[in-house]
């Protein structure tokens, strides 16, 4: 067999005017334009089928398309039309040698088809080949080979030899070999889709951090996955050199890997000893891995190759093997493009690009280090996108001997244009374009903003860097500081003030019982004016008992006036200010306490018609509100300060995860430690929290005030009343009493002079005077009893107290409450169980008496009962036993049920 580039003809003989030819000069300028014309077709155009020749088994026919192919030797295998084979006969018998086949003996065994229509004696019928071949039509593999001999055409005559010399054959055959000698003949050529495929796939692995709370944890976290990535790193990159030489000497004279391997290996070390800045490693180990990769998916599909080996397939094409139907993949001849022709031909241009970026990478990785850093925000893209669109990160050091930004982007080196890439580091390689300014260009093509600068910074120097940012360059994303820790008092970055409808109903609140407070001491100066006017002008009272009154008025209304004044000015203020003063309570437990006081030791004069603001203060739930809002605001906070702790914050959005920088309309997360330190970053895709209100507090309508001038009014006291009634009934029966005295019947006004003692000494009680109590009882029954109204009076007491305390919650107030109710009941029952006893046991209720003294106790327990329904039910009970009473004890019923009616 003929291979016409085994030898390559450099030269060829120029002919001259009337030159004799010699057969080797016109031989060696057909040998000359032959070796060019092949030389062209495989290393300007390319080796193997280009297109068609598609080979199929229909029945006992084969059937091949038209197509044409290139042969390393630069044979042009051309098939114009469809052509079916319907016989067959032996190859190899006066074929001439080709050594891929064999060589004599060793020649593998071939059958060539006969086309349909062709007649050839030595052919059969393609039914008959199993039985022939011993072998199914199924299992062979078609070839087109192209026979090339020279045959010599010796024909000489004594007289003649115009015959002499030989003819040049190329004659293209269809073969059937067997599949397994096929597989023996396919085409072994390196191309960068080949190396491709010898190249390990990889995958970053990524840092898990659910359930990670503590700086130690999240170490642990992003340690592990960097040695899994260098494990990978380790093993594949010493691949590429072997696999990829052929196009990468020029880069690299030697295999670079066993250099990579050391850097890698240090860099690795450093991150083992300390954790400082390891997301930063895991995303220069992110950044390798997807440069290795980008490589790689560049090698694949570029088949392209560059001066094939004419001995890969120098006179043969694999068509495939026969298929039951359809189109054979297998041993199958590609197609394999020069350079010069190749649609992949800019993809190894790239793949050469990136691996000296993946050289430089290596080379320029370093954390910067210090807390004295500037902050930055560069526009980038997202991971969505190429690492050679995204903006260079902050560890590649641009004087690190090697160009980072000339080695970063395949488009803008190519263009000339390198200063162009987008860095943190930008102004250091004389950035141009939007990399000069980068957020005072257009920003509207960026969907990702790297944040670099502020590790090791302070957090609320960080933060405040970043919204100052955010604020003077309208940058889409918020930010937020949780801490790396479980102690919530070092959490040292809280978000400006958490103002919400909570707050604005608080101030609601807090204004209204201000209010409240504020009409309290306004009355209560109004009151003290009318008691001065009913003792000076009116003389409700005699001026010597008026004295301790005007007394009373004035220093409970200065207390109630000085209480009422500081509680308010504290309650309006802001609620910042508000909750860091708690000295409020304080002054309304003294505002409440004059109010009282007001009213208790004003009780024998004054009359309430209505409810006033005093009643109004005293009963108030914004007291009550207050705290249970103050509890639901501090938990609320509460809360809030614990979703700022890494694991709690993890928990609430777990989808948070570190990129070096925040996507557009994201949540950029600071994680700092225990000192306040910036010791990691993250982001979120979206904003985490609401938007933060300022605490404004536009001032508030006044309110509605009723006309308190009628609410309650001063009369002369019960003592008074009773002994006016008195002094009546002296007048209207001292001419009997006069008759009676003249008769001797002197015992009915003793009586009268008793009965008059009596209410005396009842209304002195009521007045101030002290009991006598129940130690000098000497009824048992009565003793009894007064034991039992004194402790239920004693616990009424402290009751009343103890819901006057401002340091009580709503709940305990309102238990306390429940508790009043109950225990004013039971002394309204103890109540009417004395004076039932007094009536039943017809003590006798003289001056002095028993009955008098168990009287006066009750005038005492009912001054302190306040639930009316309980008030209701002893005034009706005083009216059933007044009915059945002495005359004397039903006067002292007839006042206390004047005095205490509703």
């Known amino acids: 067999m003929t291979i016409s580039l085994d030898q390559i003809a450099t030269s060829h003989a120029v002919f001259e005017r009337d030159q004799v030819l010699t057969a080797e000069q016109l031989n060696g300028v057909t040998d000359y334009l032959d070796d060019q014309g092949r030389l062209t077709r495989i290393d300007l155009l390319g080796v193997g089928i280009a297109c068609g020749l598609r080979i199929s088994l229909a029945g006992d026919r084969v059937a091949l398309t038209k197509g044409a192919g290139v042969t390393t030797d630069g044979d042009l295998l051309r098939v114009p039309a469809d052509a079916v084979y319907a016989a067959f006969k032996p190859y190899g018998e006066g074929a001439p040698d080709y050594a891929p086949f064999g060589v004599g003996e060793g020649r593998l065994a071939a059958w060539e088809l006969v086309g349909e229509g062709v007649e050839d004696p030595a052919a059969v019928g393609l039914a008959q080949f199993a039985a022939q071949a011993g072998r199914p039509l199924s299992g062979m593999a078609a070839v087109l080979l192209m026979e090339s001999h020279v045959e010599d055409q010796d024909l000489c005559s004594g007289t003649d030899c115009d015959n002499l010399g030989a003819k040049a054959r190329h004659e293209p055959k269809l ?30 692995d990524r840092p898990l951090v659910a359930g990670v709370a503590t700086a130690g944890a999240l170490v642990d976290a992003y340690r592990s996955a960097c040695s899994a990535v260098h494990g990978k790193l380790a093993q594949a990159l010493p691949k590429i050199y072997p696999a990829c030489g052929a196009f990468l000497s020029d880069l690299f004279p030697s295999d670079p890997a066993p ?3 050391g850097r890698l290996s240090a860099i690795h070390g450093a991150f083992t000893a300390s954790g400082t800045g390891i997301q930063y490693y895991v995303d220069f180990l992110k950044d390798v891995v997807e440069t290795y990769e980008a490589f790689r998916e560049a090698l694949f599909g570029d088949t392209s190759v560059c001066c094939p080996d004419p001995s890969a397939f120098p006179k043969h094409l694999l068509l495939g093997n026969l298929p039951a139907a359809g189109a054979g993949a297998e041993n199958r001849t590609g197609f394999y493009p020069s350079r010069f022709t190749g649609a992949a031909t800019g993809q190894l241009g790239h793949a050469r690009f990136l691996v000296a970026k993946l050289d430089a990478l290596i080379e320029t990785f370093v954390l910067p280090a210090g807390s004295a850093l500037p902050i930055r925000i560069t526009p980038s893209l997202g991971e969505d ?19 980072i930004h000339e080695r970063w982007s395949y488009a803008l080196t190519r263009r000339g244009m390198s200063a162009y890439n987008y860095s943190y580091n930008a102004d250091r390689y004389g950035g141009q374009g939007g990399a000069a300014n980068p957020l005072g260009a257009s920003i509207g093509r960026f969907s990702f903003f790297r944040v670099e600068g502020h590790l090791g910074a302070n957090v609320n120097a960080a933060v405040e860097s970043l919204e100052r940012e955010i604020r003077t360059r309208n940058l889409p994303f918020a930010v937020r500081a949780v801490l790396l820790g479980s102690d919530k008092t070092r959490v040292y970055r809280k978000p400006a003030p958490r103002y919400s409808d909570l707050h604005r109903f608080h101030r609601m609140v807090r204004t209204g019982l201000a209010d409240q407070l504020e009409e309290a001491a306004l009355f209560g100066d109004r009151f003290r004016q009318q008691v001065n006017v009913a003792v000076d002008d009116v003389g409700i009272v005699s001026p010597d008992a008026g004295v301790p009154l005007k007394q009373v008025a004035a220093t409970q209304s200065a207390a109630l006036s000085a209480g009422a004044t500081s509680a308010s000015s504290k309650l309006r203020q802001t609620y910042s200010d508000y909750s860091i003063d708690p000295t409020w309570r304080q002054d309304v437990m003294q505002t409440l306490a004059a109010a009282g006081n007001f009213k208790l030791e004003l009780r024998d004069v004054a009359k309430t018609e ?19 809002l103050d509890d639901v605001i501090k938990d609320k906070e509460d809360k809030a300060d614990e979703r700022l702790l890494f694991g709690a914050f993890l928990a609430e959005h777990p989808g948070l995860e570190h990129f070096a920088g925040v996507v557009r309309g994201g949540t950029f997360v600071l994680a700092h430690d225990a000192a306040g330190t910036v010791v990691a970053d ?50 209207d029966t001292a001419p009997m009493l006069t008759q009676q005295i003249e008769l001797g019947q002197k015992g009915y006004f003793e009586v009268f002079k008793e009965t008059a003692g009596m209410v005396g000494t009842v209304l002195a009680v009521r007045s101030g005077a002290p009991s006598t109590g129940s130690g000098g009882v000497g009824d048992a029954g009565l003793r009894t009893r007064l034991s039992a109204l004194g402790t239920r009076s004693a616990e009424v007491s402290r009751l009343q107290s103890e819901l006057l305390n401002p340091s009580r919650t709503a709940a305990e107030r309102r238990t306390i409450g429940e508790q009043l109710r109950s225990a004013e009941g039971d002394l309204g029952k103890a109540v009417m169980d004395t004076a039932g006893y007094i009536q039943e046991a017809r003590l006798d209720v003289k001056d002095g008496s028993d009955g008098l ?28 036993l007044a009915d059945g009473a002495s005359d004397e004890l039903k006067t002292i019923l007839g006042v206390l049920m004047e005095r205490f009616k509703i």
Request: charged content about 20%; some cysteine.
């Open 682 to 731: 993250f982001m979120l895709p979206y904003l985490c929290c609401e938007p933060e209100e300022q605490e404004a507090e536009p001032p508030m309508r006044a309110p509605m005030k009723p006309d308190w001038s009628r609410a309650i009014s001063l009369a002369p006291p019960i003592s008074r009343l009773v002994r006016s009634g008195i002094d009546r009934f002296w007048a």
């Open 385 to 403: 996108r190429s690492l050679e669109e995204r903006a260079i990160p902050y560890y590649y050091d641009p004087a690190g001997g090697i160009a």
């Open 610 to 628: 209505l409810v006033t603001p005093f009643d109004a203060l005293t009963g108030s739930i914004h007291l009550q509100w207050i705290d249970w």
């Open 259 to 261: 250099r990579w391997a």
């Open 175 to 204: 073969l059937l070999i067997d599949q397994a000698a096929a597989a023996s003949l396919r085409e072994a050529i390196a191309t960068p889709d080949s190396a491709a495929r010898g190249l390990d796939p990889l995958v970053a």
């Open 853 to 880: 003294t168990g009287m006066v106790a009750v005038g005492e327990a009912m001054a302190k009962l306040a639930d009316p329904t309980t008030i209701r039910a002893v005034l009706d009970a005083l009216k059933g």
